[in-house]
């Protein structure tokens, strides 16, 4: 019995200092982003009232470890969100980021959305105010590359609390405040 105890508090005691001396040599850091710029192309209302919204966004995804690179899997995913709608989503590309990278991606953001002519209501108002609150969302696979090694898929979520000017199609967007905050899901 104490025995069995004693072994398991050892295991415990060697997984420990494996992973404090595992962090110490990687010093893992989260990746981060910035919204570049956010172009809106197209926002109309449909003939069914749905409101199709068409986005580009440039955003610039920093990986700011030495030693770990990150592969970036198929099913990444940015949102664009007024309250809690969705107005469109586009897919991230699948691609490896190494060392202390900075890669600058352009993604499409498509959508179509019910209840469009009380949506673009609410949106034009806000637009007088000048200050028009959207949540971008970033939701992507990863797996960890330590040396030789790739680890496991976790993911990240990041969300990035913007203030734009204006939804003018075919205008470059002035960002007004650019917030994001990331934390990992294994
Ligand atoms: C960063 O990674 C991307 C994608 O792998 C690559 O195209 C680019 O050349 C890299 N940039 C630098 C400065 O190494
Ligand atoms: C960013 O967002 C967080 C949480 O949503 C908030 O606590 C913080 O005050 C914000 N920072 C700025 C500069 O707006």
């Not at 990444?76 to 691609?95: A, E, H, I």
């Not at 609410?122 to 090694?149: E, F, N, S, W």
């Not at 990041?158 to 203030?163: M, S």
Request: aromatic share 8%; charged share 15%.
């Amino acid at each position: 019995m104490y025995c069995t105890i004693g072994i398991l508090v050892f295991v415990f005691i060697i997984i420990g200092a494996t992973a404090g001396i595992l962090y110490l040599i990687f010093q893992p850091k989260l990746p981060n982003y910035s919204v570049d710029s956010l172009k809106i192309s197209d926002l109309r209302l449909n003939l069914d009232m749905t409101l199709y919204a068409k986005f580009d966004v440039k955003i610039t995804a920093n990986n700011p470890n030495k030693k770990i690179g990150i592969h970036y899997e198929q099913g990444g995913r940015l949102s664009v969100w007024y309250t809690n709608t969705k107005l469109c989503q586009g897919t991230l590309p699948k691609f490896y980021q190494g060392h202390q990278n900075k890669t600058l991606l352009n993604v499409a953001l498509t959508g179509q959305t019910q209840y469009g002519n009380t949506l673009m209501n609410a949106l034009q108002q806000q637009q007088q105010t000048g200050r028009i609150p959207l949540d971008l969302k970033v939701d992507a696979p990863v797996a960890i590359q330590l040396g030789r090694l790739k680890l496991m898929k976790v993911w990240i979520l990041g969300e990035c609390l913007l203030v734009v000017d204006s939804l003018t199609a075919n205008n470059l967007i002035s960002i007004k405040a650019n917030n994001c905050s990331f934390r990992l899901k294994l």
